[in-house]
């Protein structure tokens, strides 16, 4: 399929840890985080789930849902559930999808068409490649897409600085410099004209280079 940024972020219909969902209509006019797993019971992933439990609250304030992925049965997650709150001090509180066909990592680029089409007897590392972060608008669009290694834990504070960015662009047309964090400076994109950004910043900005317009994080 080819996904990239900007493309439709393909539809679905999974059982979850909290039911069956449609995942357009689960998204609805918010944001969406989909982040997927190559088995239950994975020593870096059962860390990433009981982190990201204790940041959903900063993605509920984003207007932003967060939904897993594993390959493995509803059934199963709900087992490793118990691990994560026991290790971690948190359970996962979001829902969690069971791929147990493999049919959705397919549709994600996770998996090539001919991977099979049952979860049992597959290891971690036939799923390597099933350790993505999808960052979705209410567009259903793809704005964002992450892909890690089994060895390497996801920093989840960076989706957060990246949520915020992208949410921040779809507001005001903006642009991010390195390592910036909410409330620091901006960049005015090229495509934004002088006149165009005289409006969207009347106190002005800062050019460093014709290409290179620097001004205040404009307020919400």
């Not at 088995?39 to 860390?47: A, E, L, R, Y």
């Not at 996770?110 to 608008?137: F, H, Q, S």
């Not at 994109?189 to 014709?210: I, M, N, Y």
Request: charged letters at 30%.
């Amino acid at each position: 399929m080819g996904l990239r940024i900007g493309s439709i972020a393909p539809d679905f219909t999974a059982k979850t840890t909290e039911g069956e969902i449609r995942f357009h209509d689960w998204i609805g006019d918010d944001w969406a985080i989909l982040f997927s797993h190559p088995k239950d019971f994975t020593p870096v992933c059962t860390t990433e789930l009981g982190y990201m439990a204790q940041l959903k609250p900063d993605f509920d304030k984003r207007g932003t849902k967060v939904i897993g992925l594993s390959v493995d049965p509803v059934e199963n997650h709900a087992t490793w559930s118990r691990d994560i709150e026991e290790t971690q001090g948190t359970a996962p509180n979001y829902p969690m999808i069971g791929d147990t066909d493999l049919t959705i990592s397919k549709l994600y680029d996770m998996l090539p068409e001919d991977e099979g089409e049952n979860c049992e007897g597959r290891t971690a590392k036939d799923n390597a490649t099933v350790r993505a972060v999808y960052v979705i608008g209410p567009d259903k669009r793809i704005k964002a897409m992450l892909i890690y290694p089994m060895t390497s834990g996801r920093d989840f504070n960076e989706i957060l600085r990246l949520l915020d960015s992208l949410q921040l662009n779809a507001r005001h047309t903006v642009a991010t410099p390195v390592n910036w964090r909410d409330g620091d400076d901006i960049i005015i994109p090229p495509a934004v004209s002088d006149e165009q950004a005289r409006e969207k910043f009347p106190e002005g900005w800062d050019t460093l280079k014709p290409y290179l317009r620097v001004a205040r994080q404009p307020a919400d």
